[in-house]
């Protein structure tokens, strides 16, 4: 049997700290989602919602231009500490 979610049932564990993070810079999830279009990413206000929420997976490639976008590593997206 596969298991593709968080223990607790999220879909991925990176919702938080991208919410935390996007909410450092005092900007919107929709202001978010129009700079990771200039940078390339098809998403919208309602695919950042649901990121944040943990209700949507996220794909490396999406988790690489997150990274970018806060000048961090995909180590520090994806952990907890």
């Not at 298991?3 to 879909?11: S, T, V």
């Not at 919702?15 to 935390?20: D, S, V, W, Y």
């Not at 989602?33 to 950042?48: H, Y």
Request: glycine letters at 4%; proline letters at 2%.
């Amino acid at each position: 049997m596969f298991i593709n979610k968080a223990p607790d049932g999220g879909n991925n564990i990176s919702g938080p700290k991208i919410a935390a993070l996007r909410k450092q810079l005092h900007i919107s999830q929709r202001e978010l989602a129009e700079e990771l279009q200039l940078r390339g990413l098809d998403i919208d206000k309602n695919a950042i919602q649901r990121i944040e929420s943990r209700q949507r997976f996220i794909t490396d490639i999406e988790l690489q231009i997150f990274a970018a976008f806060f000048k961090i590593t995909v180590d520090e997206l994806i952990c907890s500490k």
